[in-house]
């Protein structure tokens, strides 16, 4: 698959030949809800705790006497049925991640990536740089360029000058190519790769 490299003022800088076991595979719905249900389970604090009958702050006094009232055998108001008291069998901190084997990771990625080249969504450029860290200058080439909801992926390292300028611009994100993950991919309407991108990503997949 062979796409225009594009520089950041919009004139062209050439061609680059994209893998096509990479960015020419048939997305699988199926494999990339299994990756991104892994990504999402791993994030997930898992911090949601209730108060069980041992930490609700009642009285252990026996409420009434066992037997005559004519009601339930009660020990005491920390009971889930009475209001304030435990809840029974509510959520613990634990984590939610779950395996998913490296194959499957690694294939999902590659549909990722496969998925949107086929919609025409992947932009190449030439080199995700600038000479100063302002965010003004950067705005107006990416409002030109019409990217609104964009991730630049860049090499195995991001150009600080230009992390810091795109920092505070709505709708842009910049990954390192190690950083590149399915979720990310999917959730955006673009997606920009540096050359020195393109180049660590099929050496990351192959």
Do not use: C
């Amino acid at each position: 698959m062979k796409l225009d490299v594009i520089k950041l003022d919009g004139s062209k800088a050439g061609t680059v030949e994209l893998a096509d076991e990479i960015f020419d595979l048939e997305p699988r719905a199926d494999i990339l809800h299994r990756v991104v249900r892994w990504q999402r389970n791993k994030a997930q604090a898992g911090t949601h705790k209730v108060k069980t009958r041992s930490e609700t702050s009642y009285s252990g006094k026996k409420i009434y006497r066992q037997k005559g009232t004519g009601g339930a055998r009660h020990g005491d108001r920390n009971a889930p049925i009475f209001r304030h008291g435990g809840v029974y069998k509510g959520p613990v901190p634990r984590s939610h991640a779950h395996d998913l084997p490296k194959k499957v990771r690694k294939l999902g990625l590659k549909m990722a990536l496969s998925a949107k080249a086929k919609a025409g969504e992947i932009v190449v450029l030439d080199a995700a740089e600038v000479a100063e860290p302002k965010t003004g200058p950067l705005a107006r080439q990416v409002r030109a360029l019409g990217w609104k909801r964009a991730l630049v992926i860049d090499g195995p390292e991001v150009d600080a000058n230009f992390a810091r300028a795109a920092a505070n611009i709505e709708g842009l994100d910049v990954l390192p190519s190690v950083g590149a993950n399915v979720y990310d991919i999917l959730r955006r309407d673009t997606i920009v790769l540096t050359k020195a991108g393109v180049e660590a990503l099929e050496a990351r997949l192959k």
